[in-house]
């Protein structure tokens, strides 16, 4: 059973072409869905052109599939890219993930697109399509352009004439990492488009297990990139294996990796975050920067100061001249582990455990990399985190500001994803 049917009135569909092919529809929507569950009208304004402007829901050619139903949205809008986001959005607030698409080949070849651009794999379509391929020459969309750039045009077409949610796009700098050589910022979650409650509104990582397809986390990185200043084609996002390994830019990239480094201008990395650390690294004498992605496996298996060895290793840095800022992420406030994996913390300095003996102790893991970087050589006054009093702060709990960060402690599995960025000018 489905949860959602779409019918698709659009594409070789056309019941002004063919009078039967709607009561042929509904008969085909009673062994594929709950009588509960909700069927939604692909029409679009294309459609209501066709039928002399008249408004699908309430048309005659529409009676077969509105009776019986009392869930039915009519997708009227301008343009079909619109259509699936209002559907996407009522879906999403009801959890519902099973769809049924009635189409024709040709609609499911065009569907499919969008699919990519505004779905992911949370979501599970079955596309059931008509051997006759209902359309005339009155009503088929002709155009000259492939359907895949056509699509993606409108998909970031409407996706950039979206108001932002929650806010302005906003920014926290360190007073630490010089602005006459480096471009850098740590992202929060206001200013994006989606609106899917744990990642709304600024989510900045496209994942197949989360409801934010890519075409939205793509307008969000560019929304960022319009506020702090750079293009965000040349963004490099670490990809995140939660151990060790650094990428040194200009080699062969690994399938995955915790770190990035390079020497070249103009290039943006970044490291996503949520309640783990996005953690950037600058060395204003060589002009090298590096960008971390440490979570609590990260942390143990050492990746701050792997990304400080590749700086030295790779282009000459010098350790002391090494600058780096630790972005949002969980305090120990906020941040436990099993009992267990306590010990690791403690041997890195017994103030990482707050609470050794209780069943989930809670751990500091913004204080284990401070040691980590202090032991291998990073001056005490070039790491900006929780500690430091005396600049504005960057480093807060995610856990404990709702408004302000995604958090996978707080908001479960399906959280949003903050940043850490960094270039060379």
Known sequence: MFGVLILDLIHGRCPACNGKSLEQLAAEISPLTAGDALVFLLCGRYFQQANGGSSCGSAPLTEPLLSGRRSVHVLDFDTITECLCRLKQTVDELDLSSVAVLTSRQGKEILLLYQKQLFTEVYSFEYYTSEDQL????????????????????????????????????????????????????????????????????????????????AVVEENRRRLAVHAGFHPQPLHMVKVNHASDVWVMGKAEPDSYDAIVTNQAGVVLAAPGADCMPILFADPVLKVIGAAHAGWKGTLMGVAMAT???????FGCQVSDIIVAVGPSVGACCFTLGRERAPDFACIHPDCVLDPHSARPHVNIRLANRILLQKGGILPEHIHDDTVADRPCVTPCTSCHPEAFFSHVRDGLNFGTQVGFLWIK
């Open 135 to 214: 359309t005339c020459q009155r009503c088929s969309l002709a155009h000259t352009d492939s359907p895949g750039d056509r699509v993606n045009k409108e998909v970031t077409t409407f996706l950039q004439q979206l108001p932002a949610l929650k806010g302005d796009v906003t920014t926290l700098t360190s007073t630490l990492i010089p602005a006459d050589c480096f471009g850098h910022g740590f992202s929060t979650r206001a200013g994006g488009v989606c609106s899917i409650p744990t990642l709304s509104s600024l989510n900045l990582f496209s994942s197949s297990k989360r409801r934010d397809g890519r």
């Open 308 to 314: 400080v060895g590749a700086m030295v290793r790779e």
